[in-house]
């Protein structure tokens, strides 16, 4: 594999080390490079060259291409273990969240469609619902997968997705851990004005 050379863009630095870090509520601009966070990264065998600390250093050339497009930005699994490592209390996870959501907004294409479906369908479930609701929540991610097999034309794909679903879900019932039902969130008028707040700042930028 090679590694692909980090392109340093000086108009774009500023600005988008600002925006990240704005966004994230993590301070890049403290990182020195130790990679006490990329030795303990979870995901580290499947995101190639791409490591915490690589990421940081990404955002800060103004590498805006690969820092909205690489494997850790879709499959970190935000388990913080790369923050708690951090002397400079850096947290990747927020990072990797962030740069999702931009890319998403930019319509960068997602390296990981079924990780963009169900971020998406838990972000819609938990908007509408004021929490999330597993029966719809999975279904309305199950529905984004099977669309995207379809297109693909791998229809063995969507069978054997519901087959192993179903068997998934029928474990979760018998354990309780499943409601069949829609419950609400008292809070969830505020979590839609937060949302609708968060839409109109990014109309405005
Ligand atoms: S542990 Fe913290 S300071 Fe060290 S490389 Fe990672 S983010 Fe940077
Ligand atoms: S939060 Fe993400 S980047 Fe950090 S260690 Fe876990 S998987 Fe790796």
């Not at 050379?5 to 500023?14: K, V, Y």
């Not at 990797?96 to 998406?120: G, N």
Request: proline share 2%; hydrophobic share 40%; charged share 25%.
């Amino acid at each position: 594999m090679i590694e692909a050379a980090l392109q340093f863009q000086p108009t774009e630095a500023r600005t988008f080390l600002q925006e990240v870090a704005a966004r994230s509520g993590q301070n890049l601009a403290a990182c020195y490079q130790c990679r006490r966070c990329a030795a303990g990264c979870a995901v580290g065998d499947e995101t190639g060259f791409v490591t915490p600390n690589r990421l940081i250093r990404m955002v800060m050339l103004g590498d805006r291409d690969q820092a909205l497009s690489n494997e850790l930005v879709w499959r970190c699994v935000s388990c913080y273990t790369c923050g708690e490592r951090c002397p400079n209390d850096i947290q990747t996870a927020r990072i990797t969240e962030t740069l999702k959501k931009m890319a998403k907004e930019e319509h960068v294409p997602a390296l990981q469609p079924k990780v963009a479906h169900f971020h998406d369908a838990f972000l819609e479930s938990g908007v509408r619902w004021g929490r999330v609701n597993e029966m719809e929540f999975m279904g309305a991610y199950e529905m984004k997968n099977a669309f995207l097999e379809a297109r693909r034309f791998r229809f063995g794909a969507i069978m054997s997705e519901i087959r192993q679903q179903m068997r998934l879900g029928l474990a979760m019932l018998r354990l309780k851990r499943m409601h069949m039902g829609f419950l609400k969130s008292g809070g969830r008028a505020e979590i839609q004005a937060l949302r609708r707040k968060s839409q109109a700042a990014r109309a405005a930028r």
